[in-house]
RNA sequence: GGGCUGGUAGCUCAGUUAGGGAGAGCGUCUGGCUUUUAACCAGACGGUCGGGGGUUCAACUCCCUCCCAGCCCGCCA
């Protein structure tokens, strides 16, 4: 039994370890205070669902700087990430995503197909697509993509495959030669294990499906003898076929509560983070486990808090998802990577409304890396941190264009023009060179995608017709006077300075005269460096434009 | 009901590990730059550090209690 000391809330500072500006250090002190061998192994897990979501890239990258802090040090580290495929399906997504990370109905697939195979192995289904082995390969699939995309090296394992290549013989032998003591430890965790729990769910031969009802154990033949009964999950039930039969110990599998210690058994797992889902119930089980029926140490946990998606709960069903492939459409990789580099043991919402918040947050957390910001504590966190977010460190901190800013160039099409009105705004050096410009201009697409995703104040473009618009007298005269000027032939840069004079000619604001102009060419009450900008279009278009004409 | 983890400015968050001045960015407002247009500079406004009590010369920090949020305490993972 568990002497209660197993918090696993590692990170609560209420021990006596060196304080560490960044909490992957801290994980990585407990890990190699263990003295484990090498490699050490980081693992993380996840049961398929039907999307790849941004809870499942949190288990992974936060695994990843504890792992990155380890190979820094002159570690040899695996991540490993378990894809737990030999659970039974329990229950219809509502939404999938296809191999490409796009999020699908379920209308859109073969439905009826995973309905009939509702308490089968995930590894047994096929994939919906038609395109991988199995629908557990499909999703084991998506992660590897993702954590690809994020620059994070996992190995993936098939939990299945641990199974049918024997790796977990030796465990399913132990838990079923001293079932009587496995059941001893559990029950004090689970009321209803009773004096029949066997910890073993037999795959049924005749109907495919996992079952709970084992008759009888020969250790010596490593076979169970069972009943596929009828199995509750949740408010409905997966009818069993009532065969009887007799399973081999690879054909089937242990119970979670058994099969979480049994992969820190078989992988040798060091470390492993986990949502707070885990930290009351899973855990200090697997712990009691561990170390009274496996006879092993369990590794070092980290228990993070779960995120959520605009304000809401992450739900799949409700709609409320985001993958890594749509958030990449709309942030650069270290962008991310930086949001899960913050305090795991937070909670932390992830709007996407306001992701120029975070955007800014980023570079301001790389300036303190640079040594430009004035707050210590940022700058004590970026300094311990900022290498394992970026890709690779760089001798001088890279241009970055505020992401509102990248948003307004984004309406712009024109790359030349870009660069223009980024320079004359000062975020990129006169004489930068092409690879930094380019750098820099990634940035837009981001920006851009997100405008357009939003539909917020920056998702516009530069209107064909005339918007519906009404100045008074006087801003009508400048605006005539404006048209006059342009006509006249200027570039952007006297176009500007024209606006300026124009307004001041008229006794008019010159906000009221930038305001009307953004109308009548944005329907916008603002927008890019506007003289720049008109001086880039077609002269007879501006003309008539300002004269309220087309 | 019990346990765990959070609660700091309008927003996003540092700071709590060894008790001593409540902070940053963004936003807002004001002023400046004889070109303010998602730009820069200066300044201001803004918080009973979730509430209350206690310990202490001194509490965001330690203790107790209450409130709020999430999770766990059935099954499953």
Redesign the pocket.
């Known amino acids: 039994m568990s002497d209660g000391t197993d918090?696993?809330?590692t990170?609560?500072?209420?021990?006596?370890?060196?304080?560490?500006?960044f909490w992957a250090e801290t994980i990585a002190d407990e890990i190699e205070a263990r003295d484990p061998d090498e490699p050490i192994v980081v693992k993380g897990?996840?049961?398929p669902s039907g999307v790849a979501h941004l809870g499942n890239v949190n288990e992974i990258m936060r695994g990843y700087f504890v792992a990155e802090v380890l190979r820094d040090r002159g570690h040899e580290v695996r991540q490993v990430f378990t894809s737990?495929d030999k659970?039974?399906l329990?229950k219809l997504p509502r939404k999938l995503a296809d191999a490409d990370g796009n999020i699908v109905g379920l209308g859109e697939v073969d439905a009826g197909a995973l309905g009939r195979n509702l308490g089968k192995p995930y590894t047994d289904i096929p994939d919906p697509f038609g395109e991988a082995d199995s629908y557990a390969a499909h999703f084991a699939a998506l992660l590897e993509a993702d954590a690809d995309r994020l620059g994070v090296p996992i190995e993936m394992r098939s939990n299945t495959e641990l199974y049918a290549d024997g790796t977990f013989d030796p465990v399913v032998s132990h838990v079923l030669a001293n079932a009587e003591t496995a059941r001893e430890v559990l029950s004090e965790?689970?009321?209803?294990?009773d004096e029949d729990y066997v910890p073993f769910?037999p795959v049924c031969e005749e109907c495919g499906k996992?079952t709970?009802t084992v008759t009888n154990i020969d250790l010596d033949a490593e076979t169970v003898d069972y009943v596929c009964t009828d199995?509750?999950?949740?408010d409905n039930t997966i009818d069993g076929c009532g065969h009887e039969g007799t399973a081999s110990f690879r054909e089937g599998?242990l119970?979670?509560?058994f099969?979480?210690p049994g992969q820190w058994q078989v992988l040798g797992v060091d470390f492993e983070p986990f949502?707070?889902?885990?930290?009351?119930?899973?855990w200090p089980?697997g712990v009691d486990i561990a170390e009274n029926v496996l006879d092993i140490e369990p590794p070092v946990p980290m228990?993070y808090?779960?995120f959520t998606l605009n304000?809401e709960?992450l739900s799949s069903s409700a709609g409320n998802i985001v993958t890594v492939t749509e958030l990449l459409d709309l942030l650069e990789p270290e962008v991310v990577r930086y949001f899960f580099a913050?305090?795991p043991?937070?909670?932390?919402?992830l709007?996407l409304s306001?992701l120029?918040?975070?955007v800014?947050?980023y570079d301001?957390f790389e300036r303190a890396y640079y040594g430009t910001?004035?707050?210590e504590?940022?700058t004590e966190?970026a300094e311990a941190s900022y290498p394992y977010v970026v890709d690779a460190v760089a001798d001088d901190k890279p241009i970055r264009l505020?992401y509102?800013?990248a948003?307004?160039l984004g309406m712009v099409d024109d790359r030349d023009l870009r660069i223009k009105?980024a320079k004359d705004?000062?975020?990129i050096p006169d004489d930068a060179d092409e690879s930094t410009v380019e750098a820099a201009l990634a940035r837009v697409e981001k920006a851009r995608n997100w405008a357009e995703r939003m539909d917020n104040?920056?998702n516009?473009r530069l209107q064909t017709d005339l918007p519906d618009v009404e100045f008074d007298e006087s801003v009508q005269a400048a605006l005539d006077a404006l048209a006059a000027f342009v006509d006249a032939g200027h570039d952007g840069?006297e176009i500007?300075?024209a606006i300026?004079?124009t307004a001041?000619d008229h006794d008019i604001?010159?906000?009221?005269?930038?305001?009307a102009g953004?109308r009548l060419f944005?329907d916008?009450?603002?927008?890019?460096?506007?003289g720049e900008f008109l001086g880039e279009l077609e002269t007879e278009f501006v003309v008539g434009r300002l004269r309220r004409e087309r």
């Open positions: 918090s696993p809330h990170l609560a500072a209420d021990d006596e370890s060196t304080h560490r500006d897990g996840v049961s737990d659970d039974p329990r965790y689970q009321a209803k294990v769910n996992l709970e199995m509750e999950v949740g599998k119970p979670w509560r099969e979480w949502g707070k889902d885990h930290a009351e119930g899973s089980s228990v808090e779960w304000g709960a913050l305090d043991k937070k909670a932390r919402d709007d306001r120029d918040q975070l800014d947050d301001r910001v004035d707050d504590s940022v966190f505020p509102t800013f948003a307004v009105l705004e000062g975020h104040a920056y516009y840069e500007q300075a300026y004079d001041r604001e010159i906000g009221d005269l930038f305001e953004y944005f916008e009450t603002q927008g890019p460096r506007l």
